[in-house]
């Protein structure tokens, strides 16, 4: 078996120290239909607001927070844009990965000597709370991290953004931070952005999956997962492997026409309460067979859940050797069946769910021969 858990990265070493995850931000057709769905659906809370009224004539974006989770829904205000050009490409999605560093400029020097491409050039944004500081550099596909200093800002987001005050706020559902971000790379890509963060961002390589670990009957992928220094930030990287038929990395990176990131992991300390909310409001997730409950608990042995809830939910188990977890997959949120979320509860595990992949992806495939990209 090709599965492997590496011991705790070394934090005294850290060549990139970060903090945490500061924002996620999408280009998407409509920031604003955006950022109601995302409310009223995910519980998301009205944070920030930039557009026309606050001086922004290229584009508005709405910034909404839960718990530690940002997102930022960015759309264009004028044709032949930059994020007009990308929704075209790409159709909605991730454009920005935001990592809260202590010195951006650093950050930003040491990535670039050591190989990345530059995306933008250390910049200093101020108003009368304080200053932020911003940097980026590239990785796959059009993906960007931005590195951001706040330790000098007390604002709601930053610069150009002012506090976003609707009369409609949504009841949270317990969303509470950014466990992993998930990208999908072309054949033969995945070792590269392996090295690249090895190599740029000091991440070490925490798992590895391979196409034997993850196939069913048609198809298949592997998986490497990169994790920084303090194990906050994980990013697992896939690339399609063969398959008897098209495999769901192959769907995606036909219909976002590149790589990209293919799901946004959001932990939550209850996972029945959250995907219940969630379901009453709209949210779809991935159908899971009965046949996956009669064997569970035989497989991930005794959990603190009730199977009833789960099974009712379509909640998905699987254990490692440091515990258990809980997670659950959205059905695509975009026209193009391209990202999704997944809602993830940690009881000890620190893996990814490979116990699940089986379940998870024949799921996939009976959504994929719906829309005959199988
Ligand atoms: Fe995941």
């Known amino acids: 078996m090709n599965y492997m858990t590496n011991p705790a990265p070394e934090v005294s070493n850290d060549i990139m120290p970060i903090n945490g995850t500061d924002y996620i931000e999408l280009y998407v057709s409509n920031s604003k239909q955006a950022a109601y769905y995302y409310k009223a659906a995910f519980g998301f809370h009205s944070v920030a607001y930039s557009g026309l009224e606050t001086g922004n004539q290229e584009s508005e974006s709405y910034v909404v927070g839960q718990d530690k989770i940002r997102l930022v829904f960015t759309s264009p205000l004028h044709s032949n844009s930059i994020v007009g050009k990308h929704i075209d490409k790409h159709g909605d999605g991730v454009k920005v990965n935001a990592l809260w560093v202590d010195d951006a400029t650093q950050a930003y020097e040491d990535a670039i000597s050591r190989g990345a491409k530059h995306y933008m050039a250390p910049t200093v944004e101020k108003d009368e709370h304080g200053q932020i500081v911003r940097s980026g550099i590239y990785t796959y596909g059009e993906v960007v991290h931005v590195f951001v200093e706040r330790k000098d800002y007390t604002g709601v987001f930053m610069p150009g953004y002012r506090k976003w005050e609707p009369r409609f706020e949504a009841e949270p559902t317990g969303l509470k931070y950014v466990d992993h971000m998930v990208g999908n790379v072309e054949l033969g890509n995945m070792n590269k952005w392996v090295k690249f963060y090895e190599d740029v961002m000091g991440f070490k390589q925490i798992l590895s999956f391979d196409d034997k670990d993850i196939s069913t009957e048609y198809t298949a992928l592997m998986s490497k997962v990169m994790s920084n220094g303090n194990g906050k930030i994980k990013f697992p990287i896939n690339e399609p492997a063969e398959g008897k038929k098209k495999s769901q990395v192959d ?58 809830p789960l099974k009712d939910l379509g909640i998905l188990v699987d254990r490692d050797e440091d515990g258990y977890l809980l997670q659950i997959f959205t059905k695509t949120v975009n026209p193009r069946p391209t990202m999704f979320f997944e809602i993830i509860q940690r009881k000890g595990a620190n893996s990814f769910g490979k116990g699940n992949f089986k379940a998870l992806f024949e799921a996939i495939e009976r959504e994929q021969e719906l829309r005959g990209t199988l």
């Not at 029945?272 to 046949?291: K, M, N, Q, S, Y």
């Open 251 to 308: 769907e995606y990176l036909e219909f976002y026409e590149g790589e990209g990131v293919q799901h946004v992991a959001m932990a939550t300390d209850n996972i029945i309460a959250t995907v219940t909310a969630l379901r009453a409001r709209g949210v779809e997730f991935l159908d899971i067979p009965e046949t996956y409950y009669e064997a569970l608990l035989d497989r991930v042995g005794e959990i603190d859940e009730d199977l009833a």
